[in-house]
């Protein structure tokens, strides 16, 4: 039987050490190559293609979500399985939005993970049991009837310096995690702020500390 090759980007060694080794550890799969940033890993993608991409959402300089865009454009029947620390309900509807086939979070059991692993490269879908719960009761909802939340109105990148900003990083911690320059922060600053319809930085602020803190909630 053909092995599935699985290639994994991550900006941490080990932790695409670790991926590496349970792919490999998996009848059927090997690891084929890792890179470290979305640039490298589009250098890789132009010379061979996996038969499963999985992508950290952080990563320096181009994002997991622009990641998965840039490797569907160039492959696009490429199945993605998004690996993320970052809260499930927080991404995973981008993330299937831009066409990965999954998301995972990073603590979730080795079980499932593997699960993940095996669905997605067998082109399927997989998200965890809440979040599919979560997804299919929004596509449930009365048509007309359903309330936009301001933030989905953000674009990925405008999404994720929100993100930065409830969480209380600075311009500058902002511009070095993302690879930008202050300047363009202060630019999507300004598209949140009209797309929220806010009146200045200062309610930018209150905002998403206040929505980080509603969505870290713990579930009932």
Known sequence: MEERTVAIVDDHTMMREGLAGLVNSLEGFCCCWSAGDATEAMSQLENECPKLLMVDM???????????????????????????????????QRVLRAGAKGYIMKDAPTEQLIEAIQKTAAGGMWVSGAMSAKIIEAFSSQPGTEKVEGVHRLSDREFEIF????????KSAIAEGLNISPKTVDVHKAHIREKLELEDAAAVLRYAIRWVEMKNLPSE
């Open 58 to 92: 952080t990563l320096p300089g181009r994002n997991g979500l622009e990641l998965t865009k840039d490797a569907l454009a160039l492959h696009p029947s490429l199945p993605v399985l998004v690996v993320s620390m970052h809260d499930e309900t927080l991404y995973a």
């Open 163 to 170: 993100q930065l900003i409830g969480e209380g990083k600075s």
